[in-house]
């Protein structure tokens, strides 16, 4: 038994009682033969994950699918301007026991996962402000621990401890991660999926569609993607997520009104939507 087998076994074996409801469903696609076993062997060697990828490549199903593979919950950090100690440690407030007013210490994702022996998921970690983070330097890295400024707590991670993080870069409102929090990262980069890998996602997820929808989707996948490559396209253009949506909502109306609804739209430059509609036109029959 290999070492990612042996540890799967050692977790799921685990059992998580009400939290078992934050455990992943899985069904992330790899985009190669190896990617999917390379992340999974960070995690049981207890390195934290870093995903990058553009918004829509499937970054969050990846996370997911790890939670589900282990049998493992998941506490899930959403990163904005706005994040602060408190969102990720939690904070104290005032309950009434025995007809007295007593501070209690709400415990936010990082210390659950890390008491725990969650996966703590942090999306788009670059969003949030370069001060906000640092306080999680020694649990990210070989120490494994953190004292919690709210109440001098010294937590010691659980051994099955895990961190995982997305990053979309060059979007606005993000910025360079610190290098002292990058370097703590094994990086992983999560592209769109295309091929054979895009098509067993389509049969997988709309097994009733027709031929001609997937077929239509699919192609249009694929001249997106030459679009951005050649860089007349910005990246959300080829959002497998968008593209999915618009497969979804072209079980009730025409592919075209679909694909012009659930990514079209969201372009913010009119030469792009342009060009998208005319690409969506050249495979529409």
């Known amino acids: 038994m290999s070492l990612i087998e042996n540890e799967i076994s050692k977790r799921k074996q685990r059992t998580h009682g009400d939290d078992e409801i934050l455990i992943g469903k899985g069904g992330y696609i790899a985009p190669d033969d190896y990617l999917w076993r390379d992340i999974l062997s960070a995690v049981v060697l207890k390195k934290p994950v870093l995903l990058k990828g553009p918004t829509g490549?499937?970054?969050?199903k990846l996370a997911e699918s790890v939670s589900a593979v282990f049998a493992q919950p998941m506490q899930s950090v959403n990163c904005s301007v706005d994040l602060d100690a408190e969102a990720?440690?939690?904070?104290?407030?005032?309950?009434?026991?025995?007809?007295?007013?007593?501070?209690?210490?709400?415990?936010?994702?990082?210390?659950?996962a890390m008491k725990k022996g969650h996966i703590l998921y942090i999306d788009e970690i670059n969003m949030a402000k370069a001060e906000t983070l640092p306080i999680l330097h020694s649990a990210l890295d070989y120490r494994r621990?953190?004292?919690?400024?709210?109440?001098?707590?010294?937590?010691?991670?659980?051994?099955?401890?895990?961190v995982?993080?997305?990053?979309?870069?060059?979007?606005?409102?993000?910025?360079?991660?610190?290098?002292?929090?990058?370097?703590?990262?094994?990086a992983y980069p999560v592209p769109y999926l295309t091929g054979d890998q895009l098509a067993e996602l389509w049969n997988r997820e709309f097994p009733e569609a027709s031929t001609e929808l997937k077929s239509f989707m699919l192609h249009l996948a694929a001249d997106l993607?030459?679009?951005?490559?050649?860089?007349?396209?910005?990246?959300?253009?080829?959002?497998?997520?968008?593209?999915?949506?618009?497969?979804?909502?072209?079980?009730?109306?025409?592919?075209?009104?679909?694909?012009n609804y659930a990514i079209a739209e969201k372009l913010e430059d009119e030469s792009?939507?342009?060009?998208?509609?005319?690409?969506?036109?050249?495979w529409i029959k």
């Open 57 to 60: 490549a499937g970054k969050t």
């Open 88 to 112: 990720l440690l939690g904070f104290k407030t005032l309950v009434q026991k025995d007809g007295q007013s007593v501070i209690e210490f709400v415990e936010g994702p990082v210390v659950t």
């Open 145 to 162: 621990m953190m004292t919690n400024p709210f109440t001098g707590e010294v937590i010691q991670a659980h051994p099955d401890f895990s």
């Open 164 to 186: 995982i993080s997305a990053i979309n870069e060059g979007y606005i409102g993000t910025a360079p991660m610190n290098e002292a929090l990058k370097n703590r990262f094994i």
């Open 225 to 259: 993607m030459k679009q951005v490559e050649n860089g007349l396209l910005s990246e959300e253009a080829a959002s497998i997520r968008s593209l999915l949506d618009a497969t979804a909502l072209s079980a009730h109306m025409d592919p075209m009104r679909a694909v």
């Open 272 to 282: 792009e939507r342009e060009l998208f509609r005319d690409l969506a036109n050249t």
